[in-house]
Nanobody, 116 residues
Framework: QVHLVESGGGLVQPGGSLRLSCAAP????????MGWYRQAPGKQRELVAI???????NYADSVKGRFTVSRDNAQNTVYLQMHSLKPADPAVYYC??????????WGQGTQVTVFS
């Protein structure tokens, strides 16, 4: 069983920052596109950001300019740096790995809460 291990969620005030991390097995990390999804209560899971094995990134419009996805190939870790967090951002954030073959893996999720 493949394990994507997330960390870094927590509580932050509006306008604050958090960095999420997701460690993956090297066999997955080296060839899969890695990314982050989020799911708020009562809402569907939505794409936040992805980064391909070649470093190409894509972001949801709602986070462009505030969030940055990156990957450390030496550490087999993908990051999501979140700045200027808004009340619309709280959700469970899930790490995601995918290949064009259709193979997909999910992390267990990490909670991000924005409070005043």
């Amino acid at each position: 069983q493949v394990h994507l291990v997330e960390s870094g969620g927590g509580l932050v005030q509006p306008g604050g920052s958090l960095r999420l991390s997701c460690a993956a097995p090297r066999s997955i990390f080296s060839i899969y596109a890695m990314g982050w999804y989020r799911q708020a209560p009562g809402k569907q899971r939505e794409l936040v950001a992805i980064i391909t094995s070649g470093g190409i990134t894509n972001y949801a419009d709602s986070v462009k300019g505030r969030f940055t996805v990156s990957r450390d190939n030496a550490q087999n870790t993908v990051y999501l740096q979140m700045h200027s967090l808004k009340p619309a951002d709280p959700a469970v954030y899930y790490c995601h790995a995918a290949r064009s073959t259709g193979s997909v893996y999910w992390g267990q999720g990490t909670q991000v809460t924005v409070f005043s």
